[in-house]
C-alpha cells in the first residue's frame, strides 16, 4: 500500500495547490466563470469523506488498515477536473471535457467498487456491476443538476443544452459500468483487523 499512499497524500496536495491557484487568479480567462468558489469547497470535502468514514468506523472499533487505494481514486477525479481548468484544456481541446465525463467516473465509481468488494457481505458480481452503475448514474445525475444552477441559469445560452446535459450523463453511466465490471473481477479481500481493535478472547 505504500505507493497508494504517496498517490493519495500526493493528490490532496496537489488539489490544495490548483484550487489556491484558482482563487488566486480568479479574473484568468481559465477560471473565470468557472463556479472555482463552489469547488474550493466542495472538492474537498469530497476529498475527505473515505477519512472521515474511515475515522467513524475506527472510533466505533470497525475499521481495518486506511484504504488508500480508495481515497486516492476519489481525490484523482478532482485533481484532473481542476487541472483540466489550469491548463485550459476545457476551452483548448474540444473532447477533453467528454473525456472527463467518462474517466472520471471511471476513478470515482472504481473507489466504490473497490470498497464493495471489501464488504463483508459478499455480493454476486451481476449485483456488484449494477450496483457500481447505479452509483455512477446518481452521482452524473447530480453533476448534471449542480452544473444546471451553477453555469445555465445564469448564461442566455440554450441551444445545445439539452444534447450536452444528456451526453455527460450517458458518459458518466458508461464509465461507472465500466468501473464496474473492472472491480468486479477483483478479489475478494477480507479487511485486516485494526491492530488498535482488541481481538476477542477464544471461545472456552
Same mark, same amino acid.
Given at each position: ?46 476529498? +475527505? /469523506? !473515505?477519512? %472521515?468514514?474511515?475515522?467513524?468506523? =475506527?472510533?466505533? *472499533?470497525?475499521?481495518? $488498515?486506511?484504504?488508500?487505494? &480508495? ?35 471511471? +476513478? /470515482? !465509481?472504481? %473507489?466504490?467498487?473497490?470498497?464493495? =468488494?471489501?464488504? *463483508?457481505?459478499?455480493? $454476486?458480481?451481476?449485483?456488484? &456491476? ?35 446535459? +444528456? ?38
Amino acid at each position: 500500500m505504500g505507493l497508494w499512499r504517496v498517490l493519495s497524500v500526493g493528490l490532496k496536495l496537489a488539489l490544495v495547490v490548483l484550487l489556491g491557484l484558482a482563487l488566486a487568479f480568479p479574473e484568468w480567462e481559465r477560471f473565470a466563470d468557472k463556479a472555482m468558489g463552489a469547488r474550493a469547497v466542495a472538492y474537498p470535502l469530497a476529498a +475527505l /469523506l !473515505v477519512p %472521515a468514514i474511515w475515522w467513524t468506523r =475506527r472510533a466505533l *472499533r470497525k475499521a481495518g $488498515p486506511f484504504p488508500w487505494d &480508495v481515497d486516492a481514486l476519489l481525490t484523482a477525479s478532482f485533481v484532473i477536473d481542476v487541472a483540466g481548468n489550469a491548463a485550459d484544456l476545457y476551452d483548448t481541446v474540444e473532447w477533453f471535457d467528454d473525456f472527463c465525463h467518462f474517466f472520471n467516473w471511471v +476513478l /470515482l !465509481v472504481a %473507489a466504490a467498487g473497490v470498497a464493495l =468488494r471489501r464488504a *463483508r457481505v459478499e455480493l $454476486p458480481r451481476w449485483v456488484h &456491476v449494477l450496483l457500481c452503475a447505479g452509483i455512477g448514474a446518481i452521482a452524473a445525475i447530480g453533476w448534471e443538476i449542480a452544473e444546471y444552477g451553477a453555469f445555465i441559469l445564469d448564461t442566455p445560452e440554450s441551444v445545445g443544452i439539452y444534447r450536452d446535459t +444528456l451526453g455527460d450523463e450517458l458518459l458518466g453511466t458508461l464509465g461507472a459500468l465500466t468501473a464496474g465490471l473492472l472491480t468486479s473481477f477483483l478479489p475478494r479481500r477480507t479487511p485486516t483487523p485494526d491492530p488498535a481493535t482488541p481481538t476477542p478472547p477464544p471461545a472456552s
